[in-house]
């Protein structure tokens, strides 16, 4: 690494007159992702009418299984990348979901489904082999990716159910999704941050591609 990849040494008090700013602009920024929530949780929501079939562990499931007994249900389409291939973003997101966080979900009645057009001999291999512990379906055979808008992507998706009809709350994708890694808001916190290619960070810092 380069020895000039550093932050200018100032004053202490310099430092806080440029953290006081940075702060400013992190309460407004904060501010407007309580109003961006504000508006989802206004979202008006759309009835699921497709009874779709998941294979689950011990066979077929419906997406009202999915919420195992709970009124919300959030669910994580992990893109189908062929035989024996992973999506490694998935990969990534899938690493970020401890048990401990499934079971605070819970607590609050959301259950958490994570779903894949892949068979689901090759999910639940690919669970095991990661020592993941999250709930699993394969939607091979169905419609259900596509009719979420996943198209061929990956897709995070929450539910909400009266009784046995369910409804399609919120959906995300891309940076929507990206966001909500741990170890991507810890990084971002960082002087090199994610140490990524498309990050806007001063010259020398170091980065590398996305996936490399």
Not at 2 to 11: C, D, L, Q
Not at 165 to 183: A, C, I, K, W
Request: glycine share 8%; aromatic share 10%; hydrophobic share 35%.
């Amino acid at each position: 690494m380069n020895n000039s990849a550093r932050p200018p040494i100032v004053s202490a008090e310099e430092w806080q007159q440029e953290r006081d700013a940075l702060l400013a602009a992190e309460k407004e920024a904060t501010r407007a992702l309580d109003a961006l929530a504000a508006r989802r949780r206004r979202l008006p929501m759309v009835a699921i009418t497709e009874p779709y079939e998941f294979q689950g562990a011990d066979g077929p499931v419906t997406l009202l299984d999915l919420f195992d007994g709970r009124d919300q249900l959030v669910v994580y389409q992990f893109m189908d990348a062929g035989p024996d291939a992973f999506c490694p973003g998935c990969t990534a997101f899938s690493e970020n979901i401890p048990p401990a966080a499934l079971t605070r979900l819970a607590d609050r009645g959301v259950s958490w489904a994570t779903v894949s057009d892949m068979p689901y001999e090759q999910l639940a291999g690919y669970r095991q082999q990661r020592g993941w512990t999250m709930p699993i379906a394969s939607s091979k055979g169905t419609s259900f990716a596509a009719d979420s808008g996943a198209g061929g992507g990956f897709l995070l998706s929450t539910y909400l159910r009266d009784g046995e009809q369910v409804h399609r709350t919120y959906s995300t994708t891309q940076r929507g999704v990206d966001r909500l890694l741990f170890t991507h808001d810890i990084l971002d916190l960082t002087v090199y941050g994610r140490q990524e290619d498309w990050e806007d960070s001063p010259a020398g810092w170091p980065q590398h591609p996305t996936y490399g």
